[in-house]
T-cell receptor, first 114, second 111 residues
């Protein structure tokens, strides 16, 4: 059953701690993306990766880091430098290219920083 | 940077009513346009897209959208909504290698 998985669904962390959100896809897609969704603001791009071992910053990369060591995996680390980390995080992937292909989304992870 | 505006934050309709959700963008060059939908408890998924050709695009579940270049708009329409159309709808615009999503419109269809 092909798709994108994100884990966990809900995540709670204390302020000042780094936390890593998982994103895995078995669609054989080259490109992967991380978005942040806040009420009334739609989706904002954090980081994207068009190919393994390569990634670029999106609009709101500050306080986040990513890695792309495997085609299937694109974990996102929310660092203590991120000023307002509580949000809903969505991972997506697409066949190839830069954002103009259909993106397939995961179920999301809701992060709450206490 | 370009922006995408969805003017309606929450729309409430009765079943069989017609729907039109507005989407306007600011980029003046060539654009690719998308509508995504998120049903309650489900993943965000593509409803329809426009890259080129006929500006009237048909998508899944009876939805369509019209690209009007002169108005920088890509409004989503459905002639008769169903209770199952209750969801959040996001317009997205890609121009000059920059992808932007609108804030979303929540649609509630009353049975």
């Amino acid at each position: 059953d092909g798709g994108i998985t994100q884990s966990p669904k809900y995540l709670f962390r204390k302020e000042g701690q780094n936390v890593t959100l998982s994103c895995e896809q078995n669609l054989n897609h080259d490109a992967m993306y991380w978005y942040r969704q806040d009420p009334g603001q739609g989706l904002r791009l954090i980081y994207y990766s068009q190919i393994v071992n390569d990634f670029q910053k999106g609009d709101i990369a500050e306080g986040y880091s990513v890695s792309r060591e495997k085609k299937e995996s694109f974990p996102l680390t929310v660092t203590s430098a991120q000023k307002n980390p509580t949000a809903f995080y969505l991972c997506a992937s697409s066949i190839a290219g830069y954002l103009d292909n259909e993106q397939f989304f995961g179920p999301g992870t809701r992060l709450t920083v206490l | 940077a370009q922006s995408v505006s969805q003017h309606n934050h929450h729309v409430i309709l009765s079943e069989a009513a017609s729907l039109e959700l507005g989407c306007n963008y600011s980029y003046g060059g060539t654009v690719n346009l998308f509508w995504y939908v998120q049903y309650p408890g489900q993943h965000l998924q593509l409803l329809l897209k426009y890259f080129s050709g006929d500006p009237l695009v048909k998508g899944i579940k009876g939805f369509e959208a019209e690209f009007i270049k002169s108005k920088f708009s890509f409004n989503l329409r459905k002639p008769s909504v169903q209770w199952s159309d209750t969801a959040e709808y996001f317009c997205a615009v890609m121009g000059n290698n920059d992808m932007r999503f609108g804030a979303g419109t929540r649609l509630t269809v009353k049975p």
